[in-house]
């Protein structure tokens, strides 16, 4: 948009007044960064209704992203960033003498997801926005987003995320397009007198859904897309009999809190509840869209709507869609389903057996009666088709309801016509082994869309620095093409550009190092190797073998104080779900490891190792520029793509691999010479299970580097772990170190080696690090999203 910053000073000064009655002199940070807001807010608003609009009389169809998760972090910056008028603000901000970098910082995190799920999710909010494609977010309002994480003696405390307490200040809540959600009671079936059935219900529990809509801003289009997140309330109209508090309080739980575990699924009532909740709300709202605005009968909703089902979470989505187009609109079960399989695709994120979602059936039954009715239908009808087909065997295990259990990833591929991967390797995955039986039956259903990131966000906001810098080499066009990138490669042997590439770098790790010392209150040298492993801490992720190569680099130390050792800063950015106790200890040993290499003489500050706290959007966006070695270490076969791996790569980081995930397609994209592949492929881990021969004992055993740093963790050389270095060191030994650890350390020294002697050519280095910032167009999630537009939901862009 077209702005003067004396129209935004007017504007600006206008609204403080408007809103607080005090002028600028006399206003706090919270206040201004309130005003700002609101004057963001009337200039994006006019377009937003504009969309919205045009939307409801385009006819056009809509992608529904649905997903129980988002991660979009602060949005001043990419809003002001998206309009177009950062540089006038920020400068209209300093005419002020208000810093919009620290006033950006009041802002807190919208953390209403876990990690790298939610943060996808977002990336594909802003993706969708920028290509002007008409696809809209649907999700739950938490009131608490995912715990804020304090480090306290080393252990992981986790504290609410109140992050509503100044109020959201891009939303727009919308009372009047609230709906209502039902749970439990008793559901049974009534002729309706001319042949079909109807439904009728006795003792529900009504819970309202109020939508509060979140303005997604298109980079530099004149868009703003919908994303829809539902907060649960209590009926007006509720009769005061039923009133009491027991149910209000689970009504207000229900947008309470974020299930803060990503990985693992107990049986949890309340997720169950909070699952259907924003499906149904949102189903609900598409479908009275749909009444008012479309003019084609109900029966072509497919031409006009995709819903899409980011994991299994809104895996009821199929049944519940079923039950609006079959009891509400009245379509014949036949024709309901059809349409359903059209509307419907899913993405699968995770091979994991743990996290296979499943949910206990009389669980369903009780709270979801007549939805449970439909599931059990589904999965009859479908079994008496497939019989004769393909026979007993594929049916069985492809079933939705099967051993008590309700398979939500079956259900999303029935209930589908589309179900996709993340990543080359994952799909291949699904379709060979993990998901291979409904890969038998439905084959043509299966694809793979390689995930993205949103590079606004993860490099022209977080990296500013190279942002210009790329501007003044190879022109603006990148910022709308990420592909553009690949001219800088004619800047590989110019000394000049190399070394403002080099200054860059320096200067995003002065940045953090600031932080670092500010936070943690460690000092690190910045002419350190910045080596970067950020992610929520699992055991897959293996921290812990970046944590053993750490302890042999600190015992070569001790061995020869005197020994050459590149200094090398290692940065940690990690949380554990709360009850996930192995990953909790980890985090403690690493921070009791860096008390003791942190400070002890005979290192000399050659090694540094900095957890930070609290890893989230915000903090990533200031480590990830500043990284030199980028840890992407899972056991091969684990990881369903990873999108730190790109964020980090765009950001010049080179990266430390295995063959896992999207670290594969890096690898085709750099080239062997820009990357450092080590470890175990899918195949040997793959071949591994099958012998069922590996023997983690017999390493501890015969690897005398090993062996050392392993007892380091249960004979006190690491102090103050008397319970987790035991525990760690059992893990890897006596139960047989699931994640082959062990096994990958030897190869991943090498590798650490050879990150070694190339830092130690800065020119090698740094080509290198170009190859990687060139060569990472393809991993912008406007690609990724395209992809699904043109394959899985068939939307073209708005002014297409
Ligand atoms: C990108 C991102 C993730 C995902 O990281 P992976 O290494 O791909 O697991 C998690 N958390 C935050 C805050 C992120 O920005």
């Known amino acids: 948009m077209e702005l003067t910053k004396e129209q935004f000073i007017q504007d600006f000064e206008k609204t403080l007044t408007d809103k607080y009655a005090k002028p600028l002199i006399q206003a706090g940070q919270q206040e201004i960064f309130q005003s700002l807001a609101d004057v963001v807010k009337s200039y994006y608003a006019p377009i937003w209704q504009e969309d ?17 998760e988002f991660l979009p972090g602060q949005m001043l910056k990419s809003n002001l960033l998206n309009l177009g008028i950062m540089d006038t603000v920020r400068e209209a901000l300093s005419d002020l003498n208000v810093s919009l970098d620290e006033l950006a910082e009041v802002e807190p995190d919208m953390a209403i997801g876990n990690g790298g799920l939610g943060r996808l999710a977002s990336c594909f909010m802003d993706s969708l926005a920028s290509k002007g494609l008409p696809g809209n977010g649907n999700g739950i309002r938490y009131r608490y987003g995912l715990f804020k994480q304090k480090i306290i003696d080393g252990y992981q405390c986790e504290l609410p995320d109140s992050w509503l307490d100044n109020g959201n200040p891009w939303e727009v809540r919308r009372p009047e397009q609230a709906v209502e ?18 439904p ?10 109020v939508p509060y809509d979140n303005p997604m801003v298109g980079y530099e289009n004149s868009t703003v897309n919908n994303m829809c997140l539902w907060r649960s309330e209590i009926p007006e109209d509720l009769d005061v009999r039923f009133q009491n508090l027991d149910y209000m309080n689970q009504t207000a739980q229900l947008s309470a809190e974020l299930y803060p575990d990503d990985s693992n699924y107990d049986g949890r009532l309340l997720r169950l509840k909070q699952e259907y909740f924003f499906v149904s709300a949102g189903l609900q709202r598409i479908l009275k869209h749909y009444k008012k605005h479309i003019k084609a009968p109900i029966s072509q909703i497919h031409e006009y709507v995709a819903v899409h089902i980011n994991d299994t979470h809104p895996a009821l989505c199929v049944p519940e869609f079923m039950r609006l187009l079959i009891d509400d609109w009245g379509l014949a079960w036949e024709q309901a389903w059809e349409i359903t399989v059209k509307v419907m695709s899913y993405t699968n994120h995770t091979i994991l057996p743990e996290a296979m979602e499943k949910w206990p059936e009389d669980m369903v039954q009780n709270l979801l009666p007549r939805v449970y009715q439909i599931i059990l239908e589904i999965d009859r009808r479908r079994t008496k088709d497939l019989l004769p087909k393909v026979g007993p065997t594929l049916v069985h295990s492809t079933r939705i309801v099967k051993d008590g259990q309700i398979h939500m990833a079956h259900l999303s591929i029935i209930g589908s016509h589309s179900t996709n991967g993340v990543a080359k390797l994952h799909s291949d995955l699904i379709k060979d082994v993990v998901l291979h039986d409904f890969y038998t039956i439905y084959p043509e259903r299966f694809n793979n869309k390689t995930n993205g990131i949103a590079e606004r966000r993860w490099l022209q906001i977080s990296n500013e620095k190279l942002s210009s810098l790329i501007d003044e080499t190879i022109g603006r066009a990148w910022r709308h093409d ?29 940045r953090l190092a600031e932080v670092i010392k500010e936070r943690n209150d460690i000092e690190v040298n910045t002419e350190a190797i910045f080596d970067v492993q950020v992610k929520r801490l699992h055991a897959y992720k293996r921290q812990l073998l970046n944590v053993l190569h750490i302890m042999k680099l600190y015992f070569d130390i001790k061995d020869d104080p005197s020994i050459d050792i590149y200094p090398r800063v290692f940065i940690f950015g990690s949380k554990a779900a709360p009850g996930y106790h192995y990953a909790k200890s980890i985090i403690k040993a690493i921070n009791e490891i860096a008390n003791l290499i942190n400070n002890d003489t005979d290192v000399a500050g050659r090694l540094k190792i900095v957890f930070m706290e609290n890893y989230n959007v915000s903090l990533a966006e200031y480590i990830i520029p500043a990284a030199d070695v980028s840890e992407q270490i899972s056991l091969a076969s684990k990881e369903a793509s990873g999108t730190s791996n790109m964020k980090l790569m765009l950001n010049g980081a080179l990266t430390m691999a295995t063959l896992d995930g999207a670290n594969i397609e890096i690898k085709d994209a750099v080239g062997d ?27 501890y055993k015969s690897n005398p580097v090993l062996n050392r740093i392993l007892n380091a963790f249960r004979d006190g050389t690491i102090p103050n772990i008397a319970n987790e270095g035991p525990e760690i060191f059992a893990s890897l030994t006596t139960y047989n170190d699931e994640y082959f650890v062990l096994r990958d350390f030897d190869d991943y020294v090498r590798a650490q080696a050879e990150v070694e002697a190339l830092y130690r050519d800065q020119t090698a280095w740094t080509k290198a690090s170009l ?20 394959d899985i939901w068939y939307i073209k862009a708005n002014k297409a």
């Open 482 to 510: 990420l592909n553009e990138l690949v001219l800088l490669k004619n800047y590989k042997d110019n000394p000049d550009f190399l070394s403002q590439l080099q200054a860059v770098k320096k200067a995003d790790k002065v």
């Open 673 to 699: 010479e820009n990357i450092f592949i080590f470890g175990l492929t899918k195949d040997e881990v793959y071949d591994y299970y099958a012998r069922g021969d590996y023997n983690a004992h017999d390493i």
């Open 200 to 209: 009728h219900y006795r003792d529900q529990e009504r819970v309202l859904a």
């Open 181 to 198: 959600v039902t749970f439990g009671g008793e559901v049974w079936l009534e002729d309706d007198g001319k042949g079909s059935l109807k």
């Open 771 to 790: 190859a990687n910032i060139a060569n990472a167009g393809r991993f912008s999630s406007d690609r990724t999203v395209q992809e699904y537009a043109d």
């Open 52 to 68: 919205l609009a045009y939307k409801d009389e385009s006819q056009k169809k809509q992608a529904y992203y649905f997903s129980i």
